[in-house]
């Protein structure tokens, strides 16, 4: 499992319980964006969420991510990404995400 904490415009990285890793948190360009379209939605647990999907081009290929928003605060709740033209190195990615003020820098 990787696990990532992201402050501001640092992101903390992680496998299992191996050391952290730091690295400058970046926007990804918008031209990497395409096809972004509304699903509808769908409860995440007790929260009501918008649901979006859109392509998303990696420097290894292209993904299509499943993003949940939650409908009261605008936050995400979660993502799924998957890739379009799957690789033997390819793998699928899920992300949860929480928010608050007791988020600490690991290291």
Known sequence: MEEYVIIGTKQ??????????????????MSDISGCKYLGEE?????????YQYDRRFASGVARVRMWVEKATGLRVKAHF???????DSFERSYTYFFGDNIREPI
């Open 43 to 51: 409860p995440v647990d007790t929260r009501q969420t918008l649901v």
């Open 12 to 29: 903390y990285w992680r496998q299992g319980e191996g050391p952290w890793s730091i690295n400058p948190r970046k926007p990804f360009p």
């Open 82 to 88: 998957n890739d379009i033209n799957p690789t033997p």
